[in-house]
């Protein structure tokens, strides 16, 4: 029994080995059988749009947001106080040197000003005979300074009435455009009213801006900068004309005035306004869209297209140093040659060292789209 027994375990190890073995070669031949099949099949292939990087000359530009000031602006008030007699002020007309906008009522001041002109003429007519009576001796020296005194003093205060006269008559000290104003005929008005604004009308305006003191350091009049308006697209040259000898100890930024030429093409007084100023000197940068930046955990990065030793296209991925926005462009100082191909539409499904096909290009079988060029 123990022969028979010792037998049946044998034929069984045997038959469990056998099977064992059998599985494992299949298993070999089906692994090996995989990967001749997976080195067979064609690498996969990304299709992308590409750009040249091209050479640009750029200089740092700072940003700063100023206000649109007239070259002559002032709050219009008055310096008497008085009842409202004529009203000229309509919200954005455009007055004259001279005209008048507001006149006050001088009625008690007209009838004190025939008053003393009736006293003027009395003292005059007192002189004059204190004088031929002093040619006769009829009369002392005394007398006749006193006369002439009396004659001084009428005169006096009639320019002192037609001074008073004069400032409650209110005029446009300058060529220049009417704010909002609410004033009525009758209306009292109590001494230093605001009554409207007044903005010039020049051929230039001026920009005020603050900017770093670092970027202050290397302004000077005459230095060129770019204003544009809110909402707006169009830019508008402009040159600084003055920049503050001093530091705000707060913010440590300076205060700068640049003018613009030609006011029928800037904004209205007062608008906000963003303006570009220039930092150091020119240097060489390239220029690529700004939609082959890739912006990554390491920072920008950009995919360059280039041809492997079999000749195949490759993207790799290249850490970049981006700068200012050109319009759709933006500007790299480092990691970038100009005249490299750098990877566009697609970009973003790409790997490192992945084959790419230009769209455009013979290798596209489906034809689709073209190669783009970075040149403007």
């Known amino acids: 029994m123990n022969r028979r027994s010792w037998i049946g375990s044998f034929l069984l190890l045997v038959t469990v080995v056998s099977v064992g073995i059998g599985l494992a070669a299949w298993k070999y031949t089906s692994v090996q059988e995989t990967i001749e099949a997976s080195m067979n099949q064609p690498e996969p292939m990304e299709s992308v749009t590409v750009a040249l ?136 008005l109590n001494e230093g009213t605001e009554l409207t604004t007044l903005q010039g009308i020049d051929d230039a305006v001026h920009v005020d801006f603050t900017v770093a003191q670092q970027v202050a350091a290397g302004l000077r009049e005459g230095d060129s900068v770019v204003v544009s308006a809110a909402g707006q697209s169009s830019t508008i040259p402009a040159r600084i004309v003055a920049v503050d000898a001093r530091i705000d100890p707060t913010t440590r930024n300076a205060a700068v005035r640049a003018r613009i030429e030609g006011a029928a093409n800037a904004p209205s007084p007062g608008a906000s306004v963003r303006v570009r100023v220039p930092v150091g000197s020119l240097r060489k940068a390239v220029a690529i869209p700004a939609s082959a930046l890739r912006k990554g955990p390491g920072g920008d990065q950009v995919f360059v297209i280039e041809s492997d030793k079999n000749g195949k296209m490759r993207a790799h991925l290249r850490p970049v140093e981006s700068g200012a926005m050109l319009g759709d462009e933006v500007v790299i100082h480092a990691g970038l040659s100009a005249s490299e191909q750098v990877a566009v539409s697609g970009s973003f499904k790409l790997r490192e060292a992945a084959l790419v096909t230009i769209a455009g290009s013979p290798e596209d079988k489906s034809g689709a789209g073209q190669m783009v060029v970075g040149e403007r």
């Open 53 to 188: 990087a091209r050479e640009v000359e750029h200089r740092q530009m700072a940003t700063s947001i100023g206000t649109v000031l007239a070259l002559r602006s002032i709050t219009l008030r008055n310096e008497l106080p008085g009842t409202v007699r004529s009203v000229s002020l309509t919200p954005g007309q455009i007055v004259d040197t001279g005209m008048v906008l507001v006149a006050l009522d001088v009625s008690v001041e007209e009838a004190e000003l025939k008053a003393q002109e009736a006293q003027a003429a009395l003292a005059r007519t007192v002189l004059d005979r204190r004088k031929n009576l002093s040619h006769d001796r009829a009369t002392t020296q005394e007398e006749v300074d006193r006369a002439r005194a009396d004659l001084d003093i009428s005169l006096a205060q009639i320019a002192r009435t037609k001074a008073i006269i004069a400032r409650k008559t209110i005029r446009a000290p300058f060529h220049a455009r009417v704010g909002m104003a609410d004033l009525h005929i009758g209306q009292y």
